[in-house]
C-alpha cells in the first residue's frame, strides 16, 4: 500500500487549525469581495515568504498549546474484567500496574500510545501529540517504575480497547514505540491465540523491539550495537541475580543516548521552545532515574517473555487485518542489531502479518535519522504518520444494547 509524500508545508493547515478559527459563513447568493481575506491567512503568507516553515510549524504548534495546553490527566476503565482478574487469581501486585492516562478530544480516531523503554509515552510523543489529537483522544500507558508485568499490561490493553469498541463505538488506532511496539505485537498475537478479534482502526510500529535478538545475537560475545552493551550484562544474568551496579551502568547509558540527541540546540530550536526543551529534558531524565532496581529487571523480564517475530513458526496469522505502518530510521545501529529478526520478518514478509502493512525507511534533515527518534526528528517522521491517519477508514463499531 503507498501512499503519497507530504511535505512540511502541508502541515502548516493542521498547525494553525490549533489557533485559528473556521472561516465564517457568508449568506446564499453573495460573492465575497475580492479584498476581504482573512488577515490571520495574510500573516501566514507572509511568513511563508520569509522564514523556513518548519520553524513556522513550530511557532503555530506551541502557540496552539499555550491556547490548550498539553494536560493528560488519570484514566481508567469503567470496567476492567482482564485487569482484575491478573490482580485476583495471580500473585501480580497493583505495584505492576501501568499509569492510563488521556487526553480528550473529538474525533473518530483515538490513539493508544506505547512508548519505548524510556521515556514514558506522554514524552514519547511529546511533540506529535497535536496532531494525534485532531484525530480523537489519546491515551497513554506509562510503565511502572517498581515493576512490571507482560500479562497485566495486556489485560490492561484488553480492558481499554474493549470500553473503547464497545462505549464509545470506536477503533483504536495502537502506536507502539520501540519496546512498546514489541508489546503491542505480543498483545496482537495473544488476542490472535485466544480468538479475539479486537475493531483497531490501525496500528503503527515505530522501530519495533520485539525479542532480545533485536538488541543481541545470541552469538555475540561483544554487542555492536550501545544499547546492547548496556543490555547484555542483564540478559547474560540469571533472574534473580542481576547487581545492582549492572543497572546503573545500563541507567548511565540511556542518560547518554538522550543526552547525545540533545546536543544539536540548532536544530532543537526549530523543534520546540526553551520551556518545552527544559521540560522535555526533566521528565525523559526523571523517568530513567526513578525506575527502580526491581523495575528495571521486570521490564527486562517481559522483553525476555516476547517470542521471536517469525512467518515460519505456525504462528497466529495475520496478526491483523486492520491497516499497519512500521517505520524504521536510516540509522538503527545504535539499538538495533544488523541481523534483527523482527525487522526482518517485518521487511520481507509484512503481509502475513499485517496484509494492510506499508514498510518504510524514515530518512532526511541535516542528521540521519536515529532509532525511535520522534523528537529529535520529528519533521521527518510525521509526514509518513500524517499520511498512513489521513488514508484511515473510520468504521464505527454498533454499541452493544
Not at 485476583?88 to 480516531?109: D, I, Q, S
Not at 519505548?116 to 514524552?123: L, M
Not at 517505520?327 to 545504535?334: I, T
Request: hydrophobic share 40%.
Amino acid at each position: 500500500m503507498g501512499y503519497a509524500k507530504v511535505s512540511p508545508t502541508q502541515h502548516l493547515g493542521d498547525a494553525a487549525a490549533l489557533i485559528l478559527p473556521p472561516p465564517a459563513q457568508r449568506p446564499r447568493g453573495k460573492t465575497m469581495p475580492a479584498l476581504t481575506l482573512s488577515p490571520a491567512l495574510s500573516v501566514l503568507a507572509a511568513f511563508t515568504r520569509f522564514t523556513p516553515p518548519q520553524p513556522l510549524h513550530t511557532f503555530l504548534r506551541t502557540t496552539g498549546y499555550k491556547i490548550r495546553p498539553p494536560r493528560p490527566l488519570p484514566y481508567s476503565p469503567l470496567q476492567s474484567p482482564a485487569r482484575d482478574a491478573i490482580l485476583t487469581h495471580t500473585a501480580t501486585g497493583p505495584h505492576r500496574l501501568a499509569t492510563l492516562l488521556c487526553e480528550k478530544r473529538p474525533g473518530p480516531v483515538p490513539t493508544i500510545v506505547l512508548g519505548g523503554f524510556v521515556p514514558d509515552a506522554t514524552e514519547q510523543v511529546f511533540l506529535i501529540r497535536g496532531f494525534l489529537l485532531k484525530h480523537g483522544s489519546v491515551y497513554y500507558l506509562n510503565y511502572p517504575r517498581t515493576g512490571f508485568s507482560l500479562d497485566l499490561l495486556c489485560a490492561q490493553l484488553d480492558d481499554l480497547v474493549e470500553e473503547i469498541n464497545t462505549l464509545h463505538g470506536q477503533r483504536p488506532v495502537l502506536f507502539g514505540v520501540s519496546f512498546g511496539a514489541g508489546l503491542m505485537l505480543e498483545w496482537l498475537r495473544r488476542g490472535r491465540v485466544a480468538g479475539r478479534s479486537p475493531a483497531l482502526a490501525g496500528t503503527v510500529l515505530i522501530s519495533p523491539v520485539a525479542c532480545t535478538e533485536d538488541i543481541v545475537a545470541p552469538d555475540e560475545v561483544k554487542p555492536s550495537t550501545l544499547l546492547g552493551r548496556a543490555l547484555k550484562p542483564l540478559l547474560d544474568t540469571e533472574a534473580g541475580q542481576v547487581a545492582p551496579g549492572i543497572i546503573e551502568k545500563s541507567r548511565v547509558i540511556f542518560t547518554k543516548m538522550f543526552e547525545a540527541g540533545a546536543q544539536n540546540k540548532a536544530s532543537l530550536r526549530a523543534l520546540m521552545t526553551g520551556d518545552e526543551l527544559r521540560h522535555l529534558h526533566t521528565h525523559v531524565i526523571q523517568a530513567i532515574q526513578s525506575v527502580d532496581f526491581a523495575g528495571a529487571c521486570e521490564r527486562l523480564a517481559a522483553l525476555r517473555q516476547l517470542p521471536t517475530l517469525s512467518a515460519w513458526d505456525g504462528g497466529p496469522r495475520p496478526l491483523s487485518s486492520a491497516p499497519a505502518l512500521i517505520l524504521y530510521a536510516e540509522k538503527e545501529g545504535a539499538v538495533l542489531h544488523e541481523r534483527s529478526p523482527t525487522r526482518a520478518a517485518l521487511g520481507t514478509t509484512l503481509s502475513a502479518f499485517f496484509p494492510q502493512g506499508t514498510h518504510r525507511i524514515v530518512s532526511g534533515g541535516k542528521s540521519p535519522v536515529q532509532h525511535a527518534s520522534l523528537i529529535f526528528h520529528y519533521f521527518q517522521f510525521l509526514p509518513h504518520i500524517t499520511a498512513f491517519y489521513r488514508g484511515l477508514k473510520t468504521h464505527p463499531v454498533h454499541r452493544a444494547a
